[in-house]
C-alpha cells in the first residue's frame, strides 16, 4: 500500500531503524519520503529503495553502465562498500528528516547546499568503493575516514542552519 503511495507521487512517513546512514539518518530519527514522479535520482540522494533487507535508504553515488545496463550506485554512508541497484528498485527520494523534533528540509538551501557537498565528496567512493573495485586498503580507508568526517561536519552544520534549530529548539 505504502509502495504504491509513492508510485502515485504521494508521501509516506517512517523511522529509521539501522545507522548504516550515520551520522545523517540515526536509529529513531524519522523521514518524509516521496515518490519519484518519473524523476530520475541523482547523486547526493537518499532514496528508499526496495532490497534483500527489506526496505532500504542509501545515498546515490553515481550512476553506472554495466553489461548494457544503467545501474545506481549507492552506498550507506557508514557502509565501507558501494552496491549497484536497478533504477527501478527505487520508490522515492527522502525530502526531510526529522532529528530530535526539529524538521530539515533536504530540498530547503542548506538541505541543497549539504547535498551538493555529499555528491562531489561521493565521487571517489564511486570509483574506489564500486562492487569489483579493488583499490589499495590504505586509499580506501583514508577514503572512508575523510567521508565520515565529512557527513559528521555537514551534518552539524546542516542542524545549525536549519530554522528549527535557530529557534532554539534542541
Avoid at 516521496?34 to 550512476?63: M, N, Q
Wanted: proline share 7%.
Amino acid at each position: 500500500m505504502r509502495a504504491e503511495q509513492l508510485e502515485r507521487g504521494g508521501t509516506i512517513e517512517g523511522r529509521i531503524s539501522s545507522g548504516s546512514m550515520a551520522p545523517l539518518l540515526e536509529p529513531g530519527d524519522r523521514v518524509v519520503v516521496r515518490g519519484l514522479s518519473g524523476r530520475r535520482p541523482a547523486a547526493g540522494d537518499l532514496v528508499l529503495f526496495r532490497s534483500e533487507a527489506g526496505a532500504t535508504i542509501h545515498r546515490v553515488i553515481g550512476w553506472r553502465r554495466v553489461g548494457g545496463r544503467r545501474l545506481l550506485l549507492e552506498r550507506g554512508d557508514a557502509n565501507p562498500r558501494a552496491a549497484y541497484l536497478e533504477p527501478s528498485a527505487c520508490l522515492g527520494r527522502v525530502v526531510a528528516i526529522e532529528k530530535d523534533g526539529a524538521r530539515l528540509s533536504v530540498d530547503g538551501p542548506a538541505g541543497r547546499v549539504c547535498r551538493w557537498i555529499w555528491a562531489a565528496a561521493s565521487w571517489p567512493g564511486a570509483h574506489l568503493l564500486a562492487p569489483g573495485a579493488t583499490p589499495p586498503a590504505k586509499a580506501a580507508e583514508l577514503y572512508l575516514r575523510a567521508y565520515r568526517w565529512l557527513s559528521s561536519l555537514l551534518t552539524r552544520l546542516w542542524r545549525a542552519a536549519s530554522p528549527a534549530w535557530r529557534q532554539g529548539r534542541p
